[in-house]
């Protein structure tokens, strides 16, 4: 990346020495003597043999030079260049080249046939920290220098089977049905034949063989290839897919496995060199009868064209051939068709992120990852192609005139493209053209309206890529930035990578070496490059850093990658130094002040370049155990979790004595504890908490042995004294980023080898401070059991709901491991009174403590058990006053908890019930379950017992009853009936309530209960308290409380004719509904009155009449309710009511007919409504004829 142009060779290896080069290669002439037919076609040298692996080294004759220079030539310079350089080149020496040609690894067939392979070089840096092995020798020199003998592209030595036969195959490729795996079976089966090379030109014939509902088919299949690369597939298949079929994966590795098979020829042009004239026209002419129909009209055209001097063929020397390679112009790079990758991300955007779509896009950026790894050129091309896709979405345009936030799915693929941007800007080994032109398209893309911003929606000014932030300066969070921009799109990022370079002499030895340290003399330049025990820093905005370690890995180069990364940890230990003396400076006034402001502007975790994750990533990757079977597949898709081994640094290095695995660990703690302020907006609030959980569930594959344990402590604890640069620290931030479920990690992990400070550790992470009055945001040394009022927020939490289950996760989570410890169980019970200010959440907590203290296999945990109770008391205080629709769950799990551990709570409750229930909970639920049978029986009271609870049960019912007769009298009496004092007490807090704010429908009910407990002067009494209440209106005939009043009517019927006579004018003053008062009038004159019983009364046993007292009233007014419903109901009838109106005159009739004088009085009526409602013919003439 110089300046001037030239490509940098900074990563260069360094020069193998002659005397330690590997020839011994197993040649060609081991097999076949010079000649034969194996020889012309290759004999291949090990490249034909699938069972030679990497590293093994058969005692066979070494390679010949001619093999060594035509391997290294057939690679590097096109055909026509070596034809341009020699005059005459020996057709031994052309067919070696033409035979090296073909691509000698089987990864990169496999990477351009499946999606899910995920292999390649420095796709684990095992081998490069334990002992490089030939794939890992470095990268390849810069071009136009000449490789070291033997190598091969994508750094596997070449004339090595890159060992991925049919079982490496599954393990790297996995899925039955990729064309790779299908491609070996059926070269397995033999289906390839009809096999010849001419040139650089390979075709043959693939057949799928017969099944059950379909016939074979026989494809052909032709490759053209150049310079070790495919550069055109065509199959009869008419596949059409981003990636190559199974026939071209057949042919293509039948000739890398069966080279010595394979008919090989020189290129056509040749070979029409050596034929005469006649030899030529008998050629020709053959040819055109085997194709007649194909060739004729184009052979007759280039014949015309021929034959005219003036034609455009004859304008140019020489003519065109197939087979003999590229030219020195074209672009040497494998074939990809670029059309197939427009049109699946095309349709896969198209979808929505939904029916697997987004996991397709996903895999194309994995694609592309490994095309980078691989150092091919397609992976810059292919995310190209997909960028244009992704910009040309219409959505986008859409989303920003409706102003609404692009789905989350699409979020996080369009953050995978800016990361995959500028891991190719930062490639260390291209060159500046290249660079130049990304960048243009880059910020062509980028200065679109549509293109997404950064940070989501929202325009959040974030640090520049190049600014390095003073780690150690106190900011303000709304301290402007100086060099922050006001638009930042997901490709600001990549084209701010324009500043980045790779020239830094001290940046160059880092990464080129691992036993740099500091100089013996060191210049006073040179002091703030290396730490005190001489390890090199390298000194930059750390999430730039790490992008560079990024742009390193994904570029194949792993080795360089675990130095820098070693390099930025060392940086990230000295500045956690500095940071605590700083704090120690300041504790003091931080502690008393009590808050702190925000020390890191930029958190590491859920940033678009994801720092801690690429160092992590790239430290486990050099310590994962080298099995391939990692990578297997199964029928689910869910691979098997990776195992992990300690991998020392390199010997000679300063921190030789470290594992790779530890370092790991400590940066993704250092990463995860950093205080850290919650960024702006729904999209960055949730990456921050996906990262998060991304991180731990990697921390979770690690087995944690003793040196692993070591460092967790080392750095908890560092993390619990980091003050304000630590989100564990005593003092942090109102609007700093909660550590919940990062410190139930660290509990967890730490519970079974320090208790002590896993539990330190996790009650100081149960502050939620954003939710918490701004002076107590300490500690819990001191914790207070009032519930905070949640002041205004700014900005908006989106995620507090999630970040509020976390800390009850986590709450959950100490509970369940102190069971049994009082003294913990306490602290951990203070802390949760403390912080958690959700009712639902502690109520969850106090649901977990009681399935933990009531197991169904074990004794109760009484001391669990009272945190459940205490709990659940402080949940109905948080809630007595508010609305919440789970409050009748919460009151009977009190009850139930309450019973659970013992009559003392029991009697608590009902003595202090104001503090926690509303009247009618206290009476209906709590009081009625505390002296329940049920409840008896399961504390096995004794009678001093119950009469306690029952006592304190009537005292509370009475005590409600007054506060709220309307909702308690009924319960009260219900309570209190079996002590004489107190139910008379509560009868006449119902008849005092009666006269006040108690509806019919309660009056009537206790009156009802009243008559049933053999109280019916009582229940007449409430009735008639009812009746006044009441009022029916004319149309009211399915009114609920009809039954109510028919009811009292009985009742006061039954009492004798005193009390129907004082009812009956408060029926007819509250009921105007016609039918209602007609069946109270038959029903009074069916029985005589005073049939209940009552002791000194007598029945006199006489029916009533209506035309006497008291019934004459109600007559009068059934009769007159009747004469004033017909007139309503006839002001707006219609037709097809008539029938019903009929018959309510027929009703009517009866009850017109009870005096002596009815009849009279009802044709009256009949001829009134003749006269009045004559317009109504034709209900008229109903009426005359059913009533004359």
Known sequence: MADGGEQEELLSPSPVSPAKRLCSWPSPQAHHPRGSP?????????????????????????????DCAAKTVAEKWAYERVEERFERIPEPVQRRIVYWSFPRNEREICMYSSFQYRGGPGASAAGGAAGASPAEEGPPPPPGAAAPAGSAPGGVAAGASPGLGAGAGAAGCGGEGLP???????????????????????????????????????????????????????????????????????????????????????????????????????????????????????????????????????????????????????????????????????LFLSQGGYCG???????????????????????????????????????????????????????????????????????????LEEKSCWLQQLQKWSDLDVCPLEDGNYGHELPNITNALPQNAIHSPGEPDSLSRPRRTVFTR????????????????????????APACQRESERLLFNSQGQPLWLEHVPTACARVDALRSHGYPKEALRLTVAIINTLRLQQQRQLEIYKHQKKELLQRGTTTITNLEGWVGHPLDPI?????????????????????????ESRPPVYQH?????????????????????????????????????AQDKVCRNEEQLLSQLQELQLDDELVQTLQKQCILLLEGGPFSGLGEVIHRESVPMHTFAKYLFSALLPHDPDLSYKLALRAMRLPVLENSASAGDTAHPHHTVSVVPSRYPRWFTLGHLESQQCELASTMLTAAKGDTLRLRTILEAIQKHIHSSSLIFKLAQDAFKIATPTDSSTDSTLLNVALELGLQVMRMTLSTLNWRRREMVRWLVTCATEVGVRALVSILQSWYTLFTPTEATSIVAATAVSHTTILRLSLDYPQREELASCARTLALQCAMKDPQSCALSALTLCEKDHIAFEAAYQIAIDAAAGGMTHSQLFTIARYMELRGYPLRAFKLASLAMSHLNLAYNQDTHPAINDVLWACALSHSLGKNELAALIPLVVKSVHCATVLSDILRRCTVTAPGLAGI??????????????????????????????????????????????????????????????????QFAQFIDNLKQIYKGKKKLMLLVRERFG
């Not at 084209?495 to 036993?515: A, K, N, T, Y």
């Not at 419903?1125 to 009517?1148: C, D, M, N, Q, V």
Request: charged residues 20%.
């Open 357 to 431: 779509s987004g996991k397709q896009l996903s895999s194309m950026f994995a694609k592309v990852r490994e095309m980078l790894r691989m150092r091919d050129s397609n992976g810059a091309r292919m995310l190209t192609l997909i960028t244009e896709q992704f910009m040309a979405d219409p959505r986008l345009t859409l989303w920003r005139q409706q102003g609404t936030n692009m789905t989350d799915k699409c979020r996080q693929l369009w953050d995978e493209l800016g990361a995959l941007w500028v891991c190719i800007i930062l490639n260390p080994h291209c060159k």
């Open 180 to 346: 790779f795996r299908r491609g070996i079976r059926l070269l397995d089966s033999g289906s390839v034949e009809n096999v010849l090379q001419v040139g650089f030109h390979l075709s043959g014939t693939v057949t799928e063989l017969a099944t059950a509902s379909e016939p074979a088919v026989t494809y052909k299949v032709a490759i053209s290839f150049d310079r070790c690369k495919i550069t055109s597939v065509t199959c009869g298949c008419g596949n059409k897919d981003i990636f190559y079929c199974a026939h071209v994966v057949a042919l293509s590795l039948y000739r890398i496995r069966k080279p010595d098979q394979v008919k090989l020829r020189l290129p056509i042009s040749e070979t029409l060199f050596q034929m005469n004239r006649d030899q030529l026209q008998k050629f020709i002419q053959y040819l055109i009868t085997a194709h007649h129909t194909e060739v004729l009209p184009t052979a007759q055209k280039l014949a015309d064209e021929i034959l005219s001097s003036n034609s455009e063929i004859n304008q140019v020397n020489g003519a065109p051939d197939p087979t003999a390679g590229a030219s020195i112009d074209d672009e040497n790079c494998w074939h990809l068709d670029e059309e197939q990758v427009k049109e699946q991300v095309k």
């Open 38 to 66: 194996g020889a012309a076609g290759g004999g291949a040298g090990g490249v034909g043999s699938s069972c030679l692996v990497l590293g093994a080294r058969p005692h066979l004759q070494p390679e010949s030079l001619l």
């Open 1095 to 1160: 002791p000194g009364r007598r029945s006199s046993g006489k029916l009533m009449s209506t035309d006497k007292a008291p019934l004459r009233q109600l007559l009068d007014a059934t009769i007159n309710a009747y004469i004033n419903t017909t007139h309503s109901r006839l002001t707006h009838i219609s037709p097809r009511h008539y029938g019903e109106f009929i018959e309510f005159l027929s009703k009517a009739r009866e009850t017109f007919l009870l005096p002596q004088d009815g009849h009279l």
């Open 494 to 517: 990549a084209i701010e990578g324009r500043e980045l370079h790779w020239q830094d002499s001290h940046l160059q030895r880092i990464i080129s070496s691992d036993v740099y340290t």
């Open 647 to 683: 991998v020392p640094m390199a010997a000679g290095s300063p921190n030789s004595s470290e594992s790779y695995l530890s370092l790991a660990l400590e940066v993704a703690l250092m990463g995860l504890g950093q205080q850290r302020v919650m960024p702006e907006g729904l999209y």
């Open 613 to 637: 994750g690429c160092l992590f990533l790239t430290l486990t990757e050099a310590c994962r155990l080298n099995d391939d079977g990692y990578l297997e597949m199964s029928d689910m898709n």
